[in-house]
């Protein structure tokens, strides 16, 4: 019992720890489920951006085999001027190609013919500009705006030699709003001093007629920025640059993932450790699934077993947990009167099981200062009538500086009034004072192993402990000795005039059975 102070302190200390810990696990799944999110959208938006890249070339693939196969027809029909049949033509490739709305021929660097002329919506420009003012007429190369990487785009250009061929932005319109950054790859400054094959003024014309490469690989698309003209292309690198941003996202994703995991496991493991005993504990009280152990009481007259001490213990899925892990719990926690009554209703089930040759056999078991209260005197004083013949209760009880002298005293004499015995736990470890040997109704002093346990007939500590015999016979009280391991300290408490002793040389705390068949044996006797 003594223990638990210093158990008690531990268990302070685990709390605080676990808050912390609990604060850091907390913070850990929250960062955990941060990165996770972060990460699965990180590879989600790679994916989508892969997927759209896809997508997009395997249409440019398309419209670039309809280029060449319009410009193919061209060069067939041999159109080198922008006649009334070569527009006729022309229209007849725009009109069945499902790619493409506007071919336009250029001769000598001039734009010399067009298909059509589609109207122009005016796009909402910053800063505004007049470029599309009815001076230039409606007719425009760009037969609508469409939206490309948020800003406005007025088509999207294709060109061979000195053919540009729009595409439709209906058809490219939904690609177009891809909102990755495309590529910059080539800059053409915009002109707005080129013509129409019909005199009007376009805006093709401000593409100079540099030949693009319009391979399988790149995409060039016309952008009309301040209605300065520049090309932009989205070529196949750029597609494995968003595979390789996708896989490297994900896995980054994936191990800052497993990161988050390891230190959430690692936190969580020493979180659940450090709680453990609490919820173990918790659980077995209110199942009881505590077992009550049985270490024999040696009378060293004669060493026959005279009494048993009841220890609880605790077993669960998890495995042992250990009296010096819940006591401290049960008495922080307050649970100190459940516990004990469910010991004492257990230890009374037990004895009456047991064949006692004994009389009086001493039935010990440990009690909290916090139970010496009148209802918990009560509830004893019930439990008494169902002992065996001849069984004597003894509980055990240390020091606490929480108790009142007044509750103390009245509690003992209550109990004692009713034939309860009183055995101060603990002695000699600053615990328990001599003070308490005044008590009326304390019988035994039972001596803390710590002052036995190094004890030999020639010890020093032996000619310390040699007064407590003494002590306790003016108080009129017994004295048990604790944690005999050994024959030579058995030896030293028998020439102390010791009465009683406990201790593993006789027997550890054991079951039922286990105790019976040491009943039953009576091996020290
Ligand atoms: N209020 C309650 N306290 C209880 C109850 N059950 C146990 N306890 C207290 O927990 C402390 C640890 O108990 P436990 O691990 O059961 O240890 C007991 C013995 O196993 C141990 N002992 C006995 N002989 C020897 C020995 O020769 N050597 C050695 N190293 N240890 C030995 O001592 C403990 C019994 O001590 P005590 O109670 O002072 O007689 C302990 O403080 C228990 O009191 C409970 O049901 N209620």
Redesign the pocket.
């Known amino acids: 019992?003594?223990?638990?102070t210093r158990a008690m302190r531990k268990l302070r200390f685990w709390r605080v720890k676990a808050t912390l810990s609990g604060s850091f696990c907390a913070l850990s799944v929250f960062l955990l489920s941060l990165i996770v999110f972060a990460g699965l959208l990180l590879w989600k938006s790679s994916r989508a951006q892969v997927a759209v890249a896809d997508e997009g070339l395997d249409l440019m693939e398309k419209v670039i085999r309809d280029v060449d196969e319009i410009s193919r027809e061209i060069e067939r029909f041999g159109l080198h001027s922008c006649s009334r049949t070569a527009l006729t033509h022309l229209r007849k490739l725009t009109s069945i190609n499902p790619v493409l709305s506007d071919i336009g021929l250029y001769f000598d660097d001039r734009l010399a013919c067009t298909t059509i002329a589609g109207r122009f919506s005016k796009p909402r420009l910053d800063p505004p500009t007049d470029f599309l003012s009815y001076e230039y007429g409606s007719n425009v190369w760009t037969d609508r705006s469409i939206r490309s990487l948020g800003v406005q785009v007025g088509g999207i250009a294709a060109r061979i030699d000195n053919r540009l061929f729009m595409m439709k932005p209906l058809f490219l319109g939904r690609r177009s709003s891809m909102s990755f950054d495309w590529q910059l790859i080539h800059f053409y400054p915009g002109s707005d001093q080129s013509f129409h094959a019909d005199g009007m003024r376009g805006l093709a014309d401000g593409v100079r007629p540099t030949p693009l490469r319009l391979t399988s690989k790149s995409l060039y698309i016309q952008r009309c920025d301040s209605w300065s003209h520049y090309c932009v292309a989205v070529d196949r690198d750029y597609q494995d640059i968003l595979r390789s941003n996708g896989l490297i996202s994900g896995l980054g994703g994936a191990a800052a993932s497993l990161l988050g995991c390891l230190a959430f496991i690692v936190r969580r493991r020493s979180f659940m450790r450090q709680l453990g005993p609490v919820h173990r504990t918790r659980a077995a009280l209110r199942a009881w699934t505590f077992e009550c152990h049985y270490?024999p009481l040696i009378d060293l007259t004669d060493d026959g077993v005279v009494g048993c001490?009841?220890?609880?213990r605790l077993s669960d899925e998890h495995g042992m947990l250990?009296?010096?892990e819940f006591?401290p719990v049960i008495h922080e926690l307050g649970w100190e009167d459940s516990?004990?009554r469910q010991?004492l209703e257990q230890a009374v089930a037990d004895i009456r099981t047991m064949r006692l040759d004994r009389s009086p056999f001493k039935l010990a078991?440990?009690?909290?200062p916090a139970n010496l209260n009148s209802q918990f005197v009560d509830f004893v004083v019930s439990c008494l009538d169902r002992l065996p013949e001849g069984v004597v209760l003894n509980l055990?009880i240390t020091e606490d500086a929480t108790i009142s002298e007044a509750a103390y005293q009245e509690a003992i004499q209550r109990l004692s009034s009713h034939g309860v015995e009183i055995s101060l736990?603990?002695f000699g470890t600053g615990y328990c004072t001599l003070g308490r040997l005044d008590t009326v109704g304390v019988d035994t002093l039972?001596v803390?192993?710590s002052l036995i346990?190094t004890l030999t007939p020639d010890s020093c500590q032996q000619s310390l402990t040699a007064y407590v015999p003494k002590l306790a016979q003016q108080a009129g009280v017994a004295v048990v000795a604790?944690?005999?391991?050994g024959p030579d300290s058995l030896a030293a408490v028998k020439s102390l005039g010791m009465h009683y002793a406990?201790?593993?040389?006789f027997g550890?705390?054991m079951n039922v059975s286990g105790f019976q068949e040491l009943l039953d044996r009576d091996v020290y006797r």
Request: hydrophobic share 30%; glycine share 8%; aromatic share 10%.
């Open positions: 019992m003594c223990k638990e270490q001490e009841a220890l609880a250990s009296p010096g006591i516990f004990t010991m078991v440990n009690i909290f055990e736990d603990d039972k803390d192993r346990s604790e944690g005999i391991e406990q201790g593993f040389y550890r705390p």
